[in-house]
C-alpha cells in the first residue's frame, strides 16, 4: 500500500499528479512500528482528517497489536543495546539523528500543513523538537562522564577511621518509557521526550495522539530508515494503546501529555499503581499573564504584553499546553487591554495557511471544535464576550464548513476573584479571559485560582514589583517568564518550553515535570545508595574516594598517557617551607595586599595568630611541587572545578602534595585534533603535622596513547 511518505515526496519533487490517485495516496492505513517491523492494524481503522479541507486522509488502527510482546521486545532488545553505550555514546547518537531530521524537515513541514499549522507553528514543532536533540547530544557529552552510568553528588562519610563510605549511582531503568503525547505537538511531543529517556539508556514507545500521529508516523519512518538507532530503541503506536498499560512492571515510565482527566484514568491502571510504575503527568491548565501596576497604554512594556496575548493565542490556534488562557491586568487598564487586544486580534487573518496573509490555521479536527465550543459557551455564562463570535467569522482560502476553522475570542470577566469558572474551564483554542485586579495581593490570588499551571509570564519594568509576584505565584507554577524592554529581544517568550529548564507543574498541570537540562535523564534512571571500602567504591564508581587505595609509581603521572592513567594513581611530592619572603613577593606579584598577609599589627580580633599565606599562593606552590616540567602527555591545564583553604598556613610551616587521578573521560576525535581525554585530579595540600591545609580538583587535557 502506497504511503503518505510517497506523497510528500510526489509534492516535493513537483510531479504532477492526479486528483484520484492523491486521494489512494490520502486515504492510507498508516503502519504501526513494532518489534522492528512496519505492522498495519487488522480491524477497522478510525478515520483522520485534513484539518483544512475536511478530507480523509489516513486511517490509524492498532487492532491484533500484542502489546505485551512489544514492551518486552523493548526491553530485551532496545534495553540491552542502549545500556552497553555509554552516555557520550548516547549523546552522539542523538547528534546524529538532529542532523538527519534537520535534512529531511521540509518533507516534515509539508504534511504538517494538513494540521492546520501555519509555517511557524510547524517551525515550533519540527525544528524545536530536532533542537531538543541537539540540545541534550551537548549536554550528554560537556555534563555527563563518558560511562554507562552517573555517579551522583558527593561521598558521604559514615564512619569514624572513613573505611565505610556511602554514594549515590544512578543506573538506567531495565523497563520501557512509554510516551503517550498529546495532538498539538506531533513532532516535538516525541522528540522532546526521546531525547531523554535515549541519553538516559532507556527503549521507548511512542503513542502520539490519534487525530494526527500521521505526521508522528512519517517522522518516524525517517528515524527507522536512517538506522540511526540500535534495534529496538523505538516503537511506534498509531491509534489505540489497547491494553499496553496493564503489561507494565516496576522498571517501566510512563509519561502522558493531554487533559488531567485522561491522565487521571491512566495514572490509576492497576498494573501503575501495583507495580508503583512512575508517571508523568504534564496536564493543559490555566495559565495566566500578569501586566504590572507600572505599565500605561502605549509604553513599551504595556505594548510588549499585547503581543505576546495575542501571539499565545493564535500561534497553533491557541492549541498549546502552554498559552494564556487568563489575562490578568489592573483594574484601571482593563478597558485599554481590550482595546488594544481587539485591535491587534483583528489583523489576524483565518484561513489556509497556504495563503498569503494568513496568520491563524484552523483546529486540528472538528472534534476540537465542538469541545472548545461547548467550553467557550460554559464560559458566557459569566464572561462578556468582547472579540471573535462562535459562528459569525470569514476564513480565506477554505471553507470553513469543511475545515476545523474557530475563531480568536476574547472574553471579560468583571469580578475574576468571585467567579471560579475561568479559574476553572478551559477551552483549548484561541480563547483568552481578561480580568483585572486591584493591587499585586489580588493578582497573586487571581494567579493561584487555576490551582496550578505549567507556566505564567509577568511584564513589568519594576523589579520589586517581579519579585513580590513571582514570590507570590512560583508554589503554583512549573515556570515563570519575567519579561521587561531589557531582555524582550531576547526572551523566547511566555509558552515556549526548552529543554534547558524543567517543563510540568503542580495541580492541575498534572504534578510532573520534564526536560530541566540533565535533572530530566533522572526520570528514566534508578537513584542507588551504594555502601562500602573507599577502595571499593572507587572501583564501583570509576571515581576516587577519599581514603580509598593510592598507587605510586616511579614514573611521574604527567609522563602517562590518558590511556596508561588509572583512577587511585598518585604521586607524593617532595616538600617546601613558606617563607614570608614568599608571602610578600606573592602579594607584590598579584596586588593582594589583604590586612591578614601583610599587616601583623591588625590580627588582634581575626580568625588568624599570625601573617598567613595567600590561599592561592599555597595553591600555586603546590603546582609547582607537582607539575613535571618536560613536554609530554599532558596538553593544558583546562580548569580548577573546585577549591577550598581548610587550614591557615603560617611562615615556618612546610607543605607537600598527594596528586591523585580522580577521573577520567575520553573525548570525542575531531577533525586535526590530537585524540586526547580530560583527567581529573585531587589536589590534597598538607603540612608537617600531615593534616590538610587545602584540597582542590583540577582538570588537565591529556593526550591518547592509541
Not at 72 to 88: I, P, V, W
Not at 305 to 310: H, N, Q, R, S
Not at 526 to 549: N, S
Request: some cysteine.
Amino acid at each position: 500500500m502506497r504511503t503518505l511518505y510517497k506523497l510528500c515526496e510526489i509534492q516535493i519533487k513537483n510531479i504532477p499528479a492526479k486528483k484520484q490517485l492523491i486521494d489512494k495516496l490520502y486515504n492510507m492505513k498508516l503502519a504501526n512500528y513494532i518489534q522492528g517491523k512496519w505492522v498495519e492494524g487488522s480491524g477497522n481503522g478510525v478515520p483522520l482528517y485534513n484539518a483544512i479541507t475536511g478530507e480523509q486522509i489516513a486511517e490509524a488502527d492498532t487492532t491484533g497489536i500484542d502489546f505485551k510482546a512489544v514492551l518486552e521486545y523493548g526491553r530485551a532488545t532496545g534495553g540491552n543495546a542502549l545500556r552497553k553505550m555509554t552516555f557520550h555514546e548516547r549523546a552522539l547518537m542523538l547528534k546524529k539523528l538532529a542532523l538527519h531530521l534537520t535534512e529531511k524537515k521540509e518533507l516534515f513541514y509539508k504534511l504538517s500543513a494538513a494540521t492546520g499549522a501555519t509555517r511557524g507553528d510547524s517551525w515550533i514543532d519540527i525544528e524545536g523538537g530536532i533542537g531538543n536533540l541537539f540540545v541534550y547530544a551537548s549536554k550528554g557529552r560537556r555534563e555527563l562522564p563518558n560511562e554507562r552510568f552517573f555517579t551522583e553528588g558527593k561521598p558521604e562519610n559514615i564512619s569514624k577511621k572513613g573505611t565505610f563510605l556511602g554514594h549515590h549511582i544512578c543506573v538506567p531503568l531495565e523497563g520501557v518509557a512509554i510516551h503517550i503525547n498529546a495532538f498539538n505537538f506531533p513532532c516535538w511531543g516525541m522528540l522532546e521526550k526521546i531525547a531523554v529517556n535515549f541519553l538516559a539508556g532507556m527503549p521507548t514507545v511512542v503513542k502520539p495522539a490519534t487525530v494526527t500521529s500521521y505526521l508522528t508516523q512519517l517522522m518516524v519512518k525517517e528515524i527507522i530508515a536512517s538506522g540511526i538507532l540500535p534495534a529496538g530503541a523505538l516503537q511506534l503506536i498509531c491509534g489505540s494503546a489497547g491494553d499496553m498499560l496493564n503489561h507494565l512492571n516496576c522498571q517501566d515510565v510512563v509519561t502522558f501529555t493531554g487533559s488531567a482527566s485522561t491522565g487521571k484514568k491512566l495514572k490509576s491502571t492497576p498494573a501503575i499503581l501495583e507495580n508503583s510504575v512512575r508517571f508523568n503527568m504534564e496536564a493543559d491548565s490555566l495559565n495566566c499573564s500578569i501586566l504590572g501596576t507600572d505599565a500605561e497604554p502605549g509604553s513599551e512594556i504595556f505594548n510588549l504584553f499585547i503581543k505576546e496575548v495575542v501571539r499565545e493565542m493564535t500561534v497553533k490556534a491557541g492549541q498549546k499546553c502552554t498559552a494564556i488562557r487568563r489575562t490578568i491586568v489592573p483594574d484601571r487598564l482593563t478597558e485599554a487591554v481590550i482595546d488594544a487586544l481587539k485591535k491587534r486580534l483583528s489583523g489576524v487573518l483565518l484561513g489556509d495557511p497556504a495563503v498569503e496573509g494568513v496568520k491563524m490555521g484552523p483546529l486540528v479536527a472538528k472534534e476540537q471544535v465542538k469541545e472548545v465550543r461547548d467550553k467557550v459557551m460554559q464560559l458566557e455564562k459569566v464572561c462578556q464576550p468582547v472579540y471573535g463570535s462562535l459562528d459569525d467569522f470569514t476564513v480565506t482560502g477554505a471553507d470553513k464548513k469543511k475545515g476545523a476553522f474557530f475563531s480568536p475570542l476574547l472574553l471579560y470577566c468583571k469580578d475574576g476573584l468571585k467567579n471560579s469558572a475561568p479559574h476553572e474551564i478551559e477551552a483549548f483554542g484561541p480563547v483568552s479571559t481578561v480580568m483585572g485586579y486591584k493591587d499585586i495581593h489580588d493578582a497573586i490570588t487571581l494567579a493561584k485560582m487555576g490551582k496550578g499551571s505549567l507556566t505564567g509570564s509577568i511584564f513589568t519594568e519594576n523589579d520589586n514589583t517581579a519579585a513580590e509576584l513571582v514570590m507570590g505565584v512560583a508554589a503554583y507554577h512549573g515556570r515563570l517568564a519575567v519579561i521587561n524592554s531589557r531582555c524582550a529581544a531576547e526572551s523566547t517568550g511566555h509558552g515556549s518550553p526548552l529543554p534547558h529548564l524543567v517543563h510540568g507543574g503542580p495541580g492541575r498541570a498534572g504534578g510532573g515535570e520534564e526536560m530541566g537540562g540533565i535533572r530530566g535523564i533522572f526520570h528514566y534512571m534508578q537513584r542507588t545508595a551504594i555502601q562500602g571500602h573507599p577502595t571499593t567504591l572507587t572501583r564501583i564508581t570509576d571515581v576516587y574516594q577519599p581514603g580509598a587505595e593510592q598507587k605510586e609509581d616511579v614514573i611521574h603521572p604527567f609522563r602517562k598517557y590518558f590511556d596508561e592513567l588509572t583512577i587511585g594513581d598518585t604521586l607524593v611530592t617532595a616538600k617546601r617551607t613558606v617563607t614570608e619572603t614568599d608571602i610578600v613577593n606573592f602579594a607584590n606579584i598579584s596586588g593582594d595586599n589583604f590586612y591578614a598577609h601583610m599587616d601583623v599589627t591588625s590580627l588582634e580580633g581575626s580568625l588568624f595568630k599570625s601573617r598567613v599565606a595567600h590561599g592561592y599562593f599555597i595553591l600555586s606552590a603546590a603546582a609547582g611541587l607537582f607539575v613535571d616540567a618536560k613536554k609530554g602527555p599532558v596538553l593544558a591545564n583546562y580548569g580548577l572545578e573546585e577549591c577550598r583553604f581548610v587550614k591557615p598556613v603560617y611562615v615556618g610551616a612546610t607543605i607537600g602534595v598527594r596528586l591523585t587521578v580522580k577521573e577520567k573521560t575520553a573525548k570525542e576525535k575531531r577533525e586535526g585534533e590530537i585524540p586526547q581525554g580530560i583527567v581529573k585530579w585531587v589536589v590534597d595540600v598538607y603540612d608537617e603535622t600531615g593534616e590538610t591545609v587545602a584540597l582542590a580538583t583540577i582538570l588537565t587535557i591529556v593526550a591518547k596513547k592509541n
